[in-house]
């Protein structure tokens, strides 16, 4: 017998609901067993979403960004299902992966963690970030709630509601962030926090929000993901057998988050500055006006605790990461590309995990609910479809002919393919002929060559010949 709670669920009979798991003012979450899959998966559920435009706009940029992701490491998923009402869209059901915890349980557990697991946690967010960002997406609101974890050390990130696209190439590409407000605007707010009108601060400021983030800055890159993962690694770190339990907790807690409104947003800075000094002034040239400089500037100077003094029994390699992603300028801190290539990953690493996105994702801006509305019916539309991962199996390849066959998860043979010219033609164009005569708009392929291997991540301009030549890595 169900509980009350779920007794509303409308969903179709493939979704056997177990418990809910999770449930908040706009959104619950239930474990259910997927009788078609086999499995056990989450089911979000969203109650009125056009009620509120700004919550409907993040779901849908969460939904937009998910449907185009394709990583171990990010969340899966499967499909989206809208109740008895699709024009109110009062009920909407999203079906995703389901997982044991996230980061923040975690870090409250009363238990230690060994430094090999705890880099295998580091390395693995990491694995999610970098695709992501290879994607032209900025995540924006890191935290340890937002990465969902196995007992496997599998992390899966999650909650993309406030992520932003990258213009341009490089790993500090810039973007013009939709919730950054006028420039003449943001600095009347830091006048305001400096006065001490913490109402003001900015809604999406977290303990793990970058420099950048909370000093408003109108331009930001995807260095703001690293300065939270360094964050979230600092909790780990502290998990460690010899850290006292009573000493664990966040690098930079301010005091905002203790409801203590009055406090000024300078309040984050103090703490920031009371273990990584307060910058030069040479360090502040990248703020994008003279009057944030100063706002900085007037911070009473602080030479910090340091890295090395917070976390004394911390390995040298681990300061040495975090002082990486600790830069207080952006362009200053290591890509999720270099973190990956780190030494402290040298027990864990697997190069073949570290795929990076074939396509970077683009996010319409929505203005009105018309434009929104629409938007949710094109995202949902393409999930009905969004099963097909499948195998391209490479059954025979000669200089002049070679033979392919895609499978279904089952082994199920769902098309074969040959080419007579397989050194002129690209993975690209093989992905393309697929999505047609499967209809789907991608097919999200895995490699299997005659050798046994399995080919993780390899760009669409190979030619079909040069797979057999791509090295094991």
């Given at each position: 017998m169900l509980p009350n709670r779920l007794d509303s669920w409308k969903l179709p009979q493939r979704y056997e609901?177990?418990?809910?798991?999770g449930?908040?003012?706009?959104?619950?979450?239930?474990?259910?067993?997927?009788?078609?899959?086999?499995?056990?998966?989450?089911i979000k559920r969203y109650k009125h979403l056009l009620r509120d435009m700004t919550y409907s706009r993040k779901v849908l940029r969460n939904l937009a960004v998910l449907s185009e992701m394709d990583h171990d490491y990010i969340l899966g998923v499967y499909d989206v299902l809208v109740g008895t009402d699709s024009q109110t869209l009062d009920n909407l059901y999203v079906i995703q992966d389901i997982c044991d915890s996230d980061l923040r349980k975690v870090c409250r557990m009363d238990v230690d963690l060994n430094p090999l697991l705890i880099n295998a946690l580091l390395y693995n967010l990491l694995l999610g970030v970098n695709y992501l960002h290879s994607a032209g997406v900025i995540h924006c609101d890191l935290k340890p709630a937002h990465c969902l974890v196995n007992q496997d050390c599998t992390v899966k990130i999650c909650d993309l509601?406030?992520?932003?696209?990258?213009?341009?190439?490089?790993?500090?590409?810039?973007?013009?962030?939709?919730?950054?407000?006028?420039?003449?605007?943001?600095?009347?707010c830091l006048r305001h926090h400096s006065a001490g009108v913490g109402r003001?601060?900015?809604?999406?400021?977290?303990?793990?929000?970058?420099?950048?983030?909370?000093?408003?800055?109108?331009?930001?890159?995807?260095?703001?993901?690293?300065?939270?993962v360094a964050c979230i690694y600092a909790e780990?770190?502290?998990?460690?057998?010899?850290?006292?339990l009573n000493q664990r907790g966040p690098l930079f807690p301010g005091s905002r988050h203790f409801q203590e409104s009055s406090k000024q947003i300078c309040d984050q800075f103090k703490v920031i500055f009371s273990i990584l000094g307060t910058p030069k002034e040479a360090d502040l040239q990248w703020l994008d006006s003279d009057e944030v400089r100063q706002h900085v500037m007037g911070s009473e100077a602080q030479e910090g605790?340091?890295?090395?003094?917070?976390?004394?029994?911390?390995?040298?390699?681990?300061?040495?990461?975090?002082?990486?992603?600790?830069?207080?300028?952006?362009s200053?801190?290591?890509s999720a590309g270099e973190a990956l290539k780190h030494s402290l990953f040298s027990d864990v690493r697997d190069p073949t995990k570290e795929a990076l996105a074939s396509h970077r994702v683009q996010l319409a801006s929505l203005e009105d609910e018309a434009l929104l509305r629409a938007a949710f019916?094109?995202?949902?539309?393409?999930?009905?479809?969004?099963?097909?991962?499948?195998?391209?199996?490479?059954?025979?390849?000669?200089p002049t002919c070679a033979r392919f066959a895609f499978t279904s998860m089952a082994g199920d043979e769902l098309v074969a393919f040959s080419f007579t010219d397989p050194q002129q033609t690209s993975l690209g164009e093989l992905r393309k002929k697929l999505a047609k005569h499967l209809e789907i708009r991608t097919p999200y392929v895995k490699l299997l060559l005659p050798d046994g291997r399995l080919l993780g991540n390899v760009d669409n301009s190979t030619s079909l010949y040069d797979l057999l030549a791509m090295p094991q890595e």
């Open positions: 609901v177990k418990q809910l798991i449930s908040g003012c706009m959104a619950s979450v239930c474990e259910a067993y997927d009788h078609e899959k086999g499995q056990l998966v989450a509601g406030n992520s932003s696209t990258l213009v341009g190439d490089g790993p500090y590409a810039e973007v013009q962030r939709d919730v950054t407000t006028p420039k003449t605007q943001r600095l009347r003001l601060a900015p809604k999406w400021y977290s303990w793990y929000s970058a420099p950048e983030f909370l000093l408003m800055q109108e331009s930001i890159t995807a260095a703001v993901d690293l300065w939270s780990l770190v502290q998990m460690l057998p010899d850290w006292p605790e340091g890295l090395s003094r917070k976390f004394p029994f911390a390995p040298e390699e681990s300061i040495a990461m975090l002082k990486q992603l600790l830069e207080f300028v952006p200053d801190r290591a019916s094109e995202e949902m539309a393409k999930f009905p479809r969004r099963d097909f991962f499948v195998t391209l199996e490479v059954r025979s390849l000669e």
